[in-house]
């Protein structure tokens, strides 16, 4: 992935099993590496991704935000993160932001011949957010709607402390015929966004399409 702002351009994953994941994304967004060969490629590709975000903050600012960049690397290794980036823009005179994380996961063994279901069961049952299922082009994934706590990071905030903060977000599953799932997430800490991000992410939603080895469409059954 690049990191430069992206105008409205398709992006792609390929699983294990090669399925062939592609979306679109809006213009605007700032994309995080994640392809650097190494470590020192990495840091120096945040700090170009840095300078792009924060063009007013000094140096040391941009280098503290490449850091925390960096620090999230681990937990996107972890939750299965391919693809993540974020956007910024203002809203009625409010500055508000949002991210998008694109994840491809194992379908848990116990899903049987109904993972939608499962999903939605599951996510009803972990009290989640508000859970529901629709039929997407691409084939029926499951929705969730919600807020959670998280943290700013001390070096973003101008107490220098890490705050805490809500963060809404609206999380799509679609379960791959090969055992895997495709999880798209959006989510924003500013309320006055809400309403151009989740319509954003809608439109990213929809874009889903898979492809199998061979170039050819394919559409999840369900």
């Known amino acids: 992935m690049i990191t430069d702002t992206v105008d409205e351009a398709q992006r792609g994953l390929a699983d294990s099993d090669g399925i062939e994941v592609r979306w679109i994304m809006p213009e605007g967004f700032l994309e995080l590496p994640f392809e650097a060969e190494d470590f020192d490629e990495l840091a120096e590709q945040l700090v170009e991704l840095a300078k792009q975000a924060l063009p007013g903050a000094d140096e040391e600012v941009q280098v503290q935000y490449a850091a925390m960049c960096a620090a999230h690397y681990d937990e996107f290794i972890e939750a299965g993160v391919q693809y993540a980036g974020f956007v910024t823009t203002e809203v009625d005179g409010v500055r508000c932001t949002a991210?998008?994380?694109?994840?491809?996961?194992?379908?848990?063994?116990?899903a049987g011949s109904?993972?939608?279901?499962?999903?939605?069961?599951?996510?009803?049952?972990?009290?989640?957010?508000?859970?529901g299922e629709v039929q997407l082009p691409c084939g029926p994934a499951v929705t969730c709607v919600g807020n959670r706590p998280s943290n700013i990071?001390?070096?973003?905030?101008?107490?220098?402390?890490?705050e805490p903060i809500w963060t809404s977000f609206i999380q799509v599953q679609i379960p791959l015929d090969n055992g895997t799932v495709l999880l798209l997430e959006m989510g924003t800490p500013t309320a006055e966004g809400w309403d151009v991000f989740s319509a954003m992410f809608a439109g990213i939603v929809k874009s889903v399409r898979f492809f199998d080895a061979h170039g050819a469409p394919l559409v999840m059954p369900g």
Not at 114 to 131: C, K, R, S, Y
């Open 114 to 131: 109904n993972p939608v279901g499962f999903i939605a069961t599951t996510m009803q049952h972990l009290e989640l957010g508000q859970v």
């Open 153 to 162: 990071d001390g070096s973003l905030t101008q107490s220098g402390e890490a």
């Open 99 to 110: 991210t998008v994380n694109v994840s491809l996961l194992d379908l848990d063994e116990r």
